[in-house]
């Protein structure tokens, strides 16, 4: 398949004379970018799904293939995420990573920078699109995250960050992916417009179920009502999609108690519900809880603890 010069940017994406056009080429090669060109060698076959795929991309970093149906996962949610939410994120989205499963989101506070975080964290690649050229991160905050992810926009370089970008963006995250995992969203929400651009693609929404009343639970509540899939951990979307089971978290040297304990939280959970699932003494459990939260290994909010 051909590569992109100037002659076919200028054809495939907005009318701009060839100079212009390889101008921006060399501005991109410059800076280290890759650009795509739709029909032409590198372009994600995934984005076919759409009726309106981009005509270039931006490309910073590793870029993976992306077949028609890709093993990635697109996991998205409300920028003001709740404690539980956010330690379940992280969970689901390294052990996806350890199951060489591909984490796309948006690089936006919140649940985005949680799962791209954590799936790095576990070892694995992750794929930002973004509402901004790749030379522009949004928030900036997140520009030393950035550097470990792939980055891709269809916008050229020097775009700044627009409003009005983001729900345009939320297609490309539910295309390149076989499904969108909705983790927290209001009825109207980016989370929400991605949910229905996956289902547009003919892709799997799943929903993680949320606290009665609370407004970022909405969103998830009323996919599930339509059929979303139940969504507690991973291997629920390894097992909806057929990709087979996630491999344990990394071994740790630990007391018994604490490697009992550490095992059971596979999501977040209350005390006495962990008591119960431990069969270990009030106060023994308390113990092996507070040296893992001292080594970092767990953390509690809201009355539940979970995995960090």
Not at 16 to 35: I, T
Not at 41 to 63: F, I, M, Q, S, T
């Amino acid at each position: 398949m051909p590569g992109l010069d100037a002659r076919s940017l200028a054809a495939i994406g907005t009318p701009k004379p060839a100079e212009q056009a390889q101008a921006e080429l060399e501005k991109a090669a410059g800076a280290g970018v890759r650009v795509l060109g739709r029909g032409l060698a590198g372009y994600p076959e995934a984005l076919d799904a759409l009726g309106d795929p981009p005509a270039v991309l931006w490309v910073r970093g590793e870029w993976p293939e992306f077949p028609a149906v890709p093993r990635a996962l697109g996991v998205v949610g409300t920028r003001a995420v709740s404690p539980s939410a956010r330690s379940l994120t992280r969970q689901i989205s390294a052990d996806l990573a350890r199951a060489g499963v591909l984490v796309v989101s948006g690089l936006a506070r919140g649940v985005d920078t949680e799962a791209h975080s954590a799936a790095v964290e576990a070892g694995g690649p992750s794929v930002a699109v973004l509402g901004s050229a790749v030379d522009h991160i949004y928030p900036s905050e997140n520009v030393p995250l950035s550097r470990q992810l792939t980055l891709v926009s269809e916008y050229p370089l020097g775009t700044p960050p627009a409003q009005h970008h983001f729900p345009t963006r939320n297609r490309l995250i539910a295309a390149l992916s076989a499904g969108s995992l909705i983790v927290e969203g209001e009825l109207k929400s980016g989370s929400m417009i991605t949910a229905t651009h996956a289902l547009d693609c003919g892709r799997t929404v799943f929903a993680v179920p949320g606290r009665a009343g609370d407004p970022r639970a909405a969103g998830p509540h009323r996919l599930l009502r339509e059929g979303a899939v139940l969504t507690e951990s991973a291997q629920d979307i390894l097992d909806e999609l057929g990709w087979g089971t996630a491999p344990a978290a990394p071994q740790l040297d630990l007391p018994p108690e604490q490697t009992r304990v550490l095992a059971s939280l596979t999501r977040p959970t209350t005390l006495d519900d962990l008591q119960t699932q431990v069969r270990l003494p009030l106060p023994d459990l308390q113990t092996a809880l507070v040296m893992l939260q001292l080594m970092g290994l767990v953390e509690e909010a809201g009355g539940r603890w979970a995995r960090r």
